[in-house]
């Protein structure tokens, strides 16, 4: 089952995760009106801006610390030991992205935060009666410092502490959940969106302030010996993530806030309850890949090519394995609740559409364990792919979501992501061969 410590705490994570969301729906669909469970998953889709400012430097950050951790390690006070040009390398990556990220965060909370006022207030149902200006600010301002976090934790990651990040994840999600039923029990509305995240602020805080404070020491003072040169090492597979990473916010996270805009409040919340349950799946799914990557850029680093074809197909295996049966599973449960008169009907999508978002999620789900393990070669060879792809996935939700609705926007996403992941593989094929052949005294 490919299941070491690392994947065993991420998939106890996401197990929880998907555990607590039926609890999480029946909550929202019993505290919050129809309207305000539509304001409640369009404030999510906004976050999701994010991608705008950040422009795929977490992926970055934990591909190339894990090329310069194969020469370090940790002791047992928490210090960096190892190579004294290893770690200057890593001291001036950390130092770099943590100066990017704070800028990264002033942005998102100034143009998020002002744009989504903006398109909250444009809308046919803007006004409820609702305050939902406040919570929206807030919420705005704790995801900026949240998004601050991300490289802090990235870094972590790439430097193979991926057991302790996934047992921390464990505990947020338990934290965030309770933080968000407290706030629904108590019929606070909106500020059940704002509370999770400040949870988990609060925890990411710990983690990096307390727990790692030692680890981090290094960071404090510039480097002195060799550094990551960021034009040559960095920036030639961050512009391809940040361009593609801005794109797919149009082939992921455009759905609910076109039903907001041309359906109402109503559809966007019953779009945007159905669709939560695909990046959960996607996420348990990929508790067998994501904790691998380290190993990855360290196997490669190494140039141990066999064992890392070995170690990327079988964790991937199992990832498909799973995400088939519960898209299977998730999709009767659908099928069921429809047929049942229970209010909760009412708050998600009939069977057909949401079949479509299950397939698709199957078909994203090898594309990603492919794309996976390009990106642990440093590379970025999917960058034409993505964009184009994200293009005519944002066309088609806009253009089949305005008329038709949600089954429009499901079948087009299905679509389109038939043919981006067809494409994924054609890439994946040409670039595995080219490596091959480039190491002929390797075993691939």
């Known amino acids: 089952m490919a299941i070491d410590r690392a994947v065993f705490f991420l998939l106890l994570a996401r197990g929880c995760q998907v555990l607590s969301f039926p609890v999480t729906m029946v909550l929202i669909a019993g505290r919050l009106t129809p309207e305000l469970q539509g304001y409640y998953y369009t404030f999510a889709s906004l976050l999701a801006l994010q991608s705008f400012v950040e422009l795929g430097f977490a992926i970055v950050i934990t591909n190339v610390a894990s090329h310069e951790w194969s020469l370090l390690g940790i002791d047992n006070s928490g210090h960096i030991i190892g190579d004294p040009e290893a770690l200057s390398r890593l001291v001036s990556l950390g130092r770099l992205v943590f100066k990017w990220y704070a800028f990264a965060c002033i942005i998102f909370i100034l143009g998020v935060g002002a744009g989504g006022w903006v398109f909250l207030s444009s809308s046919k149902t803007a006004y409820l009666g609702y305050p939902w200006h406040y919570p929206w600010l807030s919420l705005t301002f704790l995801s900026g410092l949240l998004l601050w976090a991300i490289p802090f934790i990235s870094l972590l990651e790439g430097c193979n502490q991926v057991e302790v990040i996934n047992r921390w994840r464990l505990a947020q999600v338990g934290i965030e959940s309770m933080a968000l039923w407290a706030f629904l029990l108590m019929h606070l509305g909106l500020w059940a969106a704002v ?31 060799s550094l990551i040169c960021w034009k040559t090492e960095i920036w030639p597979m961050q512009w391809r993530l940040a361009a593609s990473g801005i794109v797919v916010y149009f082939a992921n996270s455009l759905f609910i806030p076109i039903m907001f805009h041309y359906h109402g409040a109503i559809v966007a919340g019953k779009m945007g309850m159905t669709i939560q349950i695909v990046p959960g799946v996607q996420l348990v799914a990929m508790a067998w890949v994501t904790p691998k990557v380290p190993q990855f850029g360290m196997l490669i680093a190494q140039k141990d090519f066999g064992g890392l074809e070995r170690l990327w197909r079988q964790s991937s295996l199992v990832s498909l394995i799973f995400i088939m049966l519960s898209a299977v599973s998730v999709w009767l449960l659908i099928y069921q609740l429809n047929l049942l008169p229970i209010f909760l009907r009412q708050r998600m999508l009939g069977p057909i559409p949401a079949g479509f978002f299950l397939l698709a999620a199957i078909l994203m789900q090898a594309g990603n364990c492919l794309v996976v393990y390009l990106r642990a070669h440093k590379q970025e060879p999917i960058l034409l792919q993505s964009i184009v792809m994200s293009l005519i996935a944002g066309l088609l939700a806009w253009f089949l979501g305005s008329n038709f609705g949600p089954l429009g926007a499901s079948s087009g996403h299905f679509a389109q992501t038939v043919i981006s992941c067809i494409w994924i593989l054609v890439i994946w094929v040409r670039c595995r061969s080219e490596w091959h052949n480039s190491t002929k005294g390797e075993s691939f």
């Open 195 to 225: 509370a999770p995240i400040a949870a988990k602020l609060l925890m990411n805080l710990y983690l990096l302030f307390i727990k790692y404070r030692k680890f981090f020491l290094p960071f404090f003072k510039p480097p002195c010996r």
